[in-house]
T-cell receptor, first 115, second 112 residues
Framework: ETGVTQSPTHLIKTRGQQVTLRCSSQSGHNTVSWYQQALGQGPQFIFQ???????GRGNFPPRFSGLQFPNYSSELNVNALELDDSALYLC??????????????FGSGTRLTVV | AQSVAQPEDQVNVAEGNPLTVKCTYSVSGNPYLFWYVQYPNRGLQFLLKYITGDNLVKGSYGFEAEFNKSQTSFHLKKPSALVSDSALYFCAGGGATNKLIFGTGTLLAVQP
């Protein structure tokens, strides 16, 4: 059984650019959620994908978008990067029935720095 | 609105002493509550959860948490702290929605 893997581990981008972060979910999991963890803060829910569609969204602007693929892997895309987008981005996979019950497996995250 | 609060930014404890990391919640309906631990440059590792049942929940690495409905608290405890327990601890709430709401985290520092 493999865990959740995220790539890349670190990334530096310039303000205004676009970025794509990738996540491979744990074997057997059908749901992927993305969280943003700013420095000194707890993770904030961005959105969740289930059956290749968005299945809930937090308080993030539309320039944050995502995809889920048939193999349940996922991408997080952020357009028009801002300095405040600098954060650790965490991917978490689960079964859809267990998401609210904490049945998440988290990846190690992608550290995004916007300069 | 649902929320989770961790009132202490940092907790310092000597190795071998008991530790407590505090968490209070405001969650509608039956609360689902969790504790996660985060080591530097790592993701979140699950420690324990309360869904229903006994108010004292036992988890990984000797940690336990006590659910107190009247005080809306879910404090994390361990009888004897280890230096290796030093990390960032997050309390989170879930439930009917498909997301977790996290507190701001508490840095636990265990001194040898």
């Amino acid at each position: 059984e493999t865990g959740v893997t995220q790539s890349p581990t670190h990334l530096i981008k310039t303000r205004g650019q676009q970025v794509t972060l990738r996540c491979s979910s744990q074997s057997g999991h059908n749901t992927v959620s993305w969280y943003q963890q700013a420095l000194g803060q707890g993770p904030q829910f961005i959105f969740q994908y289930y059956r290749e569609e968005e299945n809930g969204r937090g308080n993030f602007p539309p320039r944050f978008s995502g995809l889920q693929f048939p193999n349940y892997s996922s991408e997080l895309n952020v357009n028009a990067l801002e300095l405040d987008d600098s954060a650790l981005y965490l991917c978490a996979s689960s079964l859809v029935s267990q998401a609210g019950r904490g049945g998440y497996t988290f990846g190690s995250g992608t550290r995004l720095t916007v300069v | 609105a649902q929320s989770v609060a961790q009132p202490e930014d940092q907790v310092n404890v000597a190795e071998g002493n008991p530790l407590t990391v505090k968490c209070t919640y405001s969650v509608s309906g039956n609360p689902y509550l969790f504790w996660y631990v985060q080591y530097p440059n790592r993701g979140l590792q699950f420690l324990l959860k309360y869904i229903t049942g006994d108010n004292l929940v036992k988890g990984s690495y000797g940690f336990e948490a006590e659910f107190n409905k009247s005080q809306t608290s879910f404090h994390l405890k361990k009888p004897s702290a280890l230096v290796s327990d030093s990390a960032l601890y997050f309390c989170a709430g879930g439930g009917a929605t498909n997301k977790l709401i996290f507190g701001t985290g508490t840095l636990l520092a265990v001194q040898p």
